[in-house]
């Protein structure tokens, strides 16, 4: 890691790691990277998601047949990991959106 990079900040406590085969953890991994290097990454890889917040995307990634997205939110210091989910429609379940939105005003406060 380059010291010009941004640290991946996991919220512990209330995100865990998501089930991925070692082929998906690799393209997770590599599109995490790719964000803590300053890219913006677009369609097909990631979709902003401006209504949660203006610094918010979502990471999409396939395994076994399955997609599923990290939610993230980019800070001028960090990554910071709001969480994931099995993408099962077209909308983003509301638990997810309350969790992450929760997520975010902790991490703010602390």
């Known amino acids: 890691m380059s010291p010009k990079d941004k640290p991946l900040v996991w919220l512990a406590k209330t995100v865990s790691t998501p089930p991925f085969s070692s082929e998906a953890r690799i393209k997770a991994g590599y599109l995490l990277r790719k964000l803590q290097q300053g890219e913006i990454l677009g369609p097909p890889d990631a979709k902003k998601l401006a209504d949660l917040c203006p610094s918010c995307y979502e990471l999409r ?8 997205r ?6 001028s210091d960090a990554i910071i990991i709001l969480g994931w989910f099995e993408k099962k429609s077209n909308r983003i379940p509301k638990r997810v ?3 992450c939105k ?3 005003r902790d991490y703010d406060s602390a």
């Open 61 to 68: 990634i396939k395994d076994r047949g399955k997609w599923y």
């Open 70 to 75: 990290i939610m993230v939110r980019i800070d």
């Open 97 to 99: 959106l309350d969790a």
């Open 102 to 104: 929760k997520r975010m």
